[in-house]
């Protein structure tokens, strides 16, 4: 899945490139059964979405992990678009990190795409040993041919935002990125922009904060992240310490995809809003928050005010719409930010969530809705939970959806979503005049997994797609 090139390494030498590349057949998504109550490992998925196939929309796939509980979470590749210049490189490796073993999982997809299998499994002691680092979260994959995994935290569950270094070929632990003694007080994401000499990381909280559940208690202690930290990409070293206004809990972070652009946006779960980061004439970074969305006051929830909760992320590869999920009030939304400073609402749908009609919770005063949103229902299938982690098509025509954020989570805020499991749906884009459209054709409902209910998570093509790649 590149551009036909004589001598091309992996990806595409442009995200304008890469929207002309081909249509997605495959999606690999782990899978996890950690806090379900099923005995059983997480495991990678690979679902059919050719229409053409008869297997469409289905599991066609499964490859169990050799271990208990280890919350698969995000995953990342061996190689991608910022080694295009490399012919020696290929695609051919998925790095799978466990946000609470903090096992890294090195996944085979390229003898066999349909059907991967486990290449490596790189223990926790490892880790512990070389980098004091563990619970484990983005991979991405580097233009010097290695793998960068952030940490939430030290081997004890302290939070420390550090990033562990991988070689590319051979999955050895090389040590950190950062300089020794270097972490940022939290992690949580990153993202890197090589033209700027710039990375930026994100903060959750501690693993021992958010590991069994949310506690509100915590937040009021400041025990959750307000910070974006600013990194000299060439010095490894953190240089500047962004405060967000508003902007508890700042999660999932992208850069403009134009290799050029100085600026991105950040979601801040708590916050419930996003706020744009951008390069000062001077060199140093600011951060304005540019979309809210507001509370809704209600009864029958752990509080009275509802945050949306913004989980996910995604700018589209011409760098045109941002999308994002608003986990608890059960909404995806688009918008136009051809002029970033002001993103304007293109598109909005309602895909389950916390305050659907003939649910615990009532709603006493919306600031958007007049009414609350009917349960969404697939395919005869009642949607539990809200819509979470998002894919867009390279096009940017359809957009793909889970449901599970994280198991501990899952459990506390959608019980039903343990018992019935998660699901992916498919929504078609409107690229135009701005839109979103649920397809009704297709639906894969991981309630119905052999070994019982499992929670989807995050989702990947083998060629790669809008949050894996990075281009230099």
Known sequence: MSTKCGKCGPGYPSPLEAMKGPREELVYLPCIYRNTG???????????????????????????????????????????????????????????????SSRVYVVDVATEPRAPKLHKVIEPKEIHAKCDLGYLHTSHCLASGEVMISALGDPKGNSKGGFVLLDGETFEVKGTWERPGGAAPMGYDFWYQPRHNVMISTEWAAPNVLRDGFNPADVEAGLYGQHLHVWDWQRHERVQTLTLQDGLIPLEIRFLHNPAADQGFVGCALGSNIQRFY?????????????????????????????????????????????????????????????????????????????VKGGPVQVLEDQELKCQPEPLVVKGKRVAGGPQMIQLSLDGTRLYVTTSLYSAWDKQFYPDLIREGSVMLQIDVDTVRGGLKLNPNFLVDFGKEPLGPALAHELRYPGGDCSSDIWL
């Open 38 to 100: 099923t005995e059983a490992p997480d495991y990678l998925a690979t679902v059919d979405v050719n229409p053409k196939s008869p297997q469409y929309s289905q599991v066609i796939h499964r490859l169990p992990m050799p271990n208990l509980k280890d919350e698969l979470h995000h995953s990342g590749w061996n190689t991608c678009s910022s080694c295009f210049g490399d012919s020696t490189k290929s695609r051919t490796k998925l790095v799978l990190p466990s946000l609470i």
């Open 279 to 355: 390069k000062n004439q001077g060199g140093t970074w600011s951060v304005e928050k540019v979309i809210q969305v507001p509370p809704k006051k209600v009864k029958g929830w752990i509080l009275p005010e509802m945050p949306s909760l913004i989980t996910d992320i995604l700018l589209s590869l011409d760098d045109r719409f941002l999308y994002f999920s608003n986990w608890l009030h059960g909404d995806l939304r688009q918008y136009d930010i051809s002029d970033p400073k002001r993103p304007r609402l293109a598109g909005q749908i309602f895909l389950g969530g916390s305050i």
